[in-house]
């Protein structure tokens, strides 16, 4: 037995000899050169109002239950030119997109009955490449970015009542200056075809 021992010891000197790294100096070129590739998300053109972790969920109608869509950051981006506001929420990993919509008139956040964390809303979502209607649920680590998330969504839907409302008024105010005008102008007409 004494004799198996020493043996032992040598064969583990062996094997660490054997586990470096040798450098045998033979370069390897690669196969195929890739070119630098710039990637567009879609949202160069828009400034984030705000920007939250978080895991949403939707509502699926036939299994009558919650089905996850994905854990990520929530967005909530303004177009530099026309003003719009989206939601946008990516996965955190795969960077797919879980929700995509506008934030729209009579659109409404709710606090979610029993849970603190999260709140529920109903839109129409394009996150699937194709436009239906969807009820989410989003949960948040906080109950601070929780009320955060409903106050800011809250008042973008009222801003953009107002806007429709007074978008509504100078169309309006358009269309009763246009008739005052053709009014005139036909008042004329008819005189000149009297003289």
Not at 155 to 163: F, L, N, Q
Request: hydrophobic residues 35%; negative net charge.
């Amino acid at each position: 037995m004494a004799t198996n021992e020493p043996e032992h010891e040598n064969r583990d000197a062996e094997e660490i000899g054997a586990n470096e790294d040798e450098d045998t100096g033979a370069q390897v070129a690669p196969i195929v050169r890739l070119e630098e590739v710039a990637v567009t998300t879609g949202e160069e053109d828009e400034d984030a109002v705000l920007d939250l972790k978080s895991k949403l969920y939707r509502f699926d109608k036939e299994a009558n239950q919650w089905k996850e869509r994905g854990a990520g950051t929530v967005k909530l981006l303004k177009h530099k030119d026309t003003g719009k506001i989206r939601l946008v929420m990516r996965q955190s990993k795969t960077l797919k997109i879980c929700a995509n919509h506008f934030v729209k008139q009579g659109m409404s956040v709710q606090e979610h009955v029993g849970n603190e964390k999260s709140c529920v809303w109903h839109a129409r979502d394009f996150a699937d490449g194709e436009l239906k209607d969807e009820l989410f649920c989003i949960r948040f680590a906080s109950i601070g970015n929780c009320k955060s998330f409903m106050q800011k969504f809250n008042e973008i839907a009222e801003s953009e009542v107002e806007k429709e409302e007074s978008k509504d008024a100078s169309e309006a105010a358009g269309l009763l200056e246009k008739l005052t005008v053709e009014e005139t102008k036909t008042e004329e007409k008819t005189v000149e075809k009297e003289d």
